[in-house]
T-cell receptor, first 115, second 111 residues
């Protein structure tokens, strides 16, 4: 399967714990995005990388959130000191800037529940 | 005013009907536009890009109206399997490249 993959698919954690999610993009894609989606809403942009450089971060991304893409391949999103309001689906998507289309392809998401 | 707005619906239509959704955007510098389909508890899947001249893919037609700042999606001959949430995405040009999604329009096609 050469699509976008995310791990884990589900995560239940207690408030105050740290969690880390991983995303593996489509191999030839140089852009990688993280989104958060809650029920009844569209995905909200969090951050994106072009290769290993983090080019944009949303105001939604508090200091408790950090993302990395150290070698320009997979990426991790860490949430420190989780709060109940962090419960959501975290989606990763990738695209290629080379073809100019900016079409994004999403992974299956990581559903986070903070108790 | 939100950057990207969609009527959340739901739109309830019988099989075989034609249904259209609109998505308005606030920033006239928006450059790229897309429609995605999202099934319940699944990830969004790219349905089609929206080109300035309009484009068609089978039963689906997407159009862009820059003057009025909206994009549309028309679905002809609706199938039960078209039931889903349809998300529009708008991307600004130049520099900051942040895709903005609408909240989605729910479509229910019934027998």
């Amino acid at each position: 399967d050469t699509g976008v993959s995310q791990d884990p698919r589900h995560k239940i954690t207690k408030r105050g714990q740290n969690v880390t999610f991983r995303c593996d993009p489509i191999s030839e894609h140089n852009r990688l995005y993280w989104y958060r989606q809650t029920l009844g809403q569209g995905p909200e942009f969090l951050t994106y990388f072009q290769n290993e450089a983090q080019l944009e971060k949303s105001r939604l991304l508090s200091d408790r959130f950090s993302a990395e893409r150290p070698k320009g391949s997979f990426s991790t999103l860490e949430i420190q000191r989780t709060e109940q309001g962090d419960s959501a689906m975290y989606l990763c998507a990738s695209s290629s800037s080379g073809d100019g289309s900016y079409e994004q392809y999403f992974g299956p998401g990581t559903r986070l529940t903070v108790t | 005013r939100k950057e990207v707005e969609q009527d959340p619906g739901p739109f309830n239509v019988p099989e075989g009907a034609t249904v259209a959704f609109n998505c308005t955007y606030s920033n006239s510098a928006s450059q790229s536009f897309f429609w995605y389909r999202q099934d319940c508890r699944k990830e969004p899947k790219l349905l089609m890009s929206v080109y300035s001249s309009g484009n068609e893919d089978g039963r689906f037609t997407a159009q862009l109206n820059r003057a009025s700042q909206y994009i549309s999606l028309l679905i002809r001959d609706s199938k039960l399997s078209d039931s889903a949430t349809y998300l529009c995405v708008v991307i600004l040009s130049g520099g900051s490249y942040i895709p903005t999604f609408g909240r989605g329009t729910s479509l229910i096609v019934h027998p």
